[in-house]
């Protein structure tokens, strides 16, 4: 084999695709690792590629501006190719999306005359998604950053206006910032307020324990109705301050599941929360239900209610339906609801039409 028979299987064998072109732009040859690189079919290769297909006139790198670079390589100057997001299907031949950069540069005779152009690639899509999911994630750490703050500075600046009231009183002598009932009123509504930052932190922390894989589940078997009552009964005076009534309806008094307290008490308060924000002033019916191998839990409101095509949705991170946006909220309790949920092996979902009140429905296996 001379040296220059050699240097052909050189180049078949490199480790990065090399395309062989004609100074007219008619692919002469491609290497091995190009056709690792596109996936093409040989025949494609043998009938396409190498017959008819005009890399110059590639509708699609015509159409992202790269294709008067390629004519500037074919004319013989030395071209670096900026990465693109190349579709084979959008150029009839199957295969994935691609994020390709590539290099030109001529092979010249003795007298400076162009005998063949060569096109080499550099295939980035791995990195390119990389930098995406990095910036996505960048974004979304801005976001988020930004609802909590917003979130977090609301409560802050009603409390603020509480106290500034009470010093404006006390420089004014105003006997009645020391009264019972003024004190009283303070501090309930500076409670109110503190309980509502410390439940948008606890949403924060359990967003960054499930990002971590640390929201852990301590599960033991337990009586769903002990815990939906208890929960209940801790909501006993925002029921009386909001007009709420509560109806409850179970046909046992025990429904063993094996759960975790704490974080289920947390799913039940989220829909009462919710049912607060977006039913005030209306009833809820809970019903408790053996199946055959689950309890299942309804929480029906009569409230704003939710379009059949958000139902889905309203269980994604951040996730807030218009309608609702002038009521305060991260959109992150029912994902962490969800969250919880899944770890019992369970399921959660809604059943609504807009304006017509929701439903949620909690679905545990029987502790056997
Ligand atoms: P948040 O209430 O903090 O916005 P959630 O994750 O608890 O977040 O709820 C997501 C969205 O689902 C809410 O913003 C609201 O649009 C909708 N939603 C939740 N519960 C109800 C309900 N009981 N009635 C109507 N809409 C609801």
């Known amino acids: 084999m001379n040296s220059l028979e050699r240097f052909r299987i050189h180049l078949e064998q490199a480790p990065f695709s090399i395309q062989l072109l004609s100074p007219e732009g008619q692919t002469l040859a491609v290497n091995q690792a190009w056709r690792d690189l596109w996936g093409i079919p040989e025949d494609i290769i043998q009938n396409f590629i190498l017959k008819d297909y005009r890399v110059a006139y590639d509708p699609q790198l015509e159409a992202k501006g790269i294709a008067p670079l390629i004519r500037r390589g074919l004319s ?8 693109i997001l190349y579709v084979p299907n959008d150029t009839g031949i199957k295969g994935d999306p691609k994020w390709v950069s590539g290099f030109m540069y001529p092979v010249k005779d003795s007298e400076g005359g162009i005998l063949e152009i060569i096109l080499t690639h550099r295939d980035i899509t791995k990195t390119r998604i990389a930098e995406d999911e990095l910036k996505n994630a960048i974004t979304a750490r801005d976001e988020f950053i930004s609802i909590c703050s917003h979130e977090l500075k609301t409560p802050l600046t009603s409390m603020k206006l509480q106290f500034d009231l009470a010093g404006k009183m006390l420089d004014e002598n105003n006997d009645k910032v020391f009264s019972k009932e003024t004190v009283e ?20 922390l359990d967003i960054s324990r499930i990002n971590t894989g640390k929201l852990q589940m301590d599960l033991q078997v337990l009586n769903l109705k002990e815990v939906v009552d208890e929960t209940l009964y801790r909501f006993s005076e925002q029921f009386i301050l909001h007009h709420q009534d509560i109806h409850i309806e179970s046909s046992s008094d025990t429904y063993s599941v094996k759960g975790d307290r704490f974080r289920l008490e947390q799913v039940i308060s989220n829909l009462i929360t919710n049912s607060l924000k977006y039913a005030a002033n209306k009833p809820v019916f809970i019903k408790l239900q053996k199946n055959s191998e689950t309890v299942r839990l309804e929480f029906r409101d009569q409230g704003i209610g939710i379009a059949e095509e958000d139902l889905e949705r309203i269980f994604n991170r951040f996730e807030r339906i218009n309608s609702a946006t002038n009521v305060s909220g991260l959109g992150l309790g029912l994902y962490i609801c969800k969250q919880i949920v899944d770890r019992h092996q369970g399921k959660i979902w809604a059943e609504s039409k807009l304006g017509q009140g929701t439903t949620f429905v909690l679905e545990v296996p029987l502790a056997d």
């Open 185 to 204: 009123k303070r501090i309930h509504m500076a409670n109110r307020q503190l309980d509502r930052m410390t439940r948008l932190i606890d949403e924060m």
């Open 76 to 83: 013989g100057e030395i071209v670096e190719i900026p990465a």
